[in-house]
């Protein structure tokens, strides 16, 4: 499946922001799907996960309270609500899928990747 992802920019701390992932497919709704990110120099870290019916969501730690993921099977659509951002959130945030039910926290997990959407929090 195709993945493209949106709804990155440059905001201050405290604000929020609400990425897309809109998949190519009507298999989407087949799919776990996940978020990660990864800042400059660094490797791709895991953020938040869900499972193909939303039933079932995980998130990191840095993240939980914060964010919330949830999926529009009807739209083949994945959000990532992002609220009272915070300067070490920047980062580009990508949308990754992988067939079956289950979610997962390693990269190596998903078989689809978006093209990354830049994610700027300011001081």
């Known amino acids: 499946v195709q993945l493209q992802a949106s709804g990155g920019g440059l905001v201050q701390a405290g604000d929020s922001l609400r990425l897309s992932c809109v998949a190519s497919r009507r298999t989407f709704s087949s799919y776990a799907m996940g978020w990660f990110r990864q800042a400059p120099g660094e490797g791709r870290d895991f953020v938040a996960a869900i499972s193909w019916s939303g039933e079932t969501t995980h998130y990191a730690d840095s993240v939980k309270g914060r964010f919330t993921v949830s999926r529009d099977n009807a739209k083949n659509t994945l959000y990532l609500r992002a609220s009272t951002l915070k300067p070490e959130d920047t980062a580009v945030y990508y949308c990754?899928?992988?067939?079956?039910?289950?979610?997962?926290?390693?990269?190596?997990?998903?078989?689809?990747w978006g093209q990354g959407t830049q994610v700027t929090v300011s001081s």
């Open positions: 990754a899928g992988r067939s079956g039910s289950r979610i997962a926290y390693y990269p190596r997990s998903y078989d689809d």
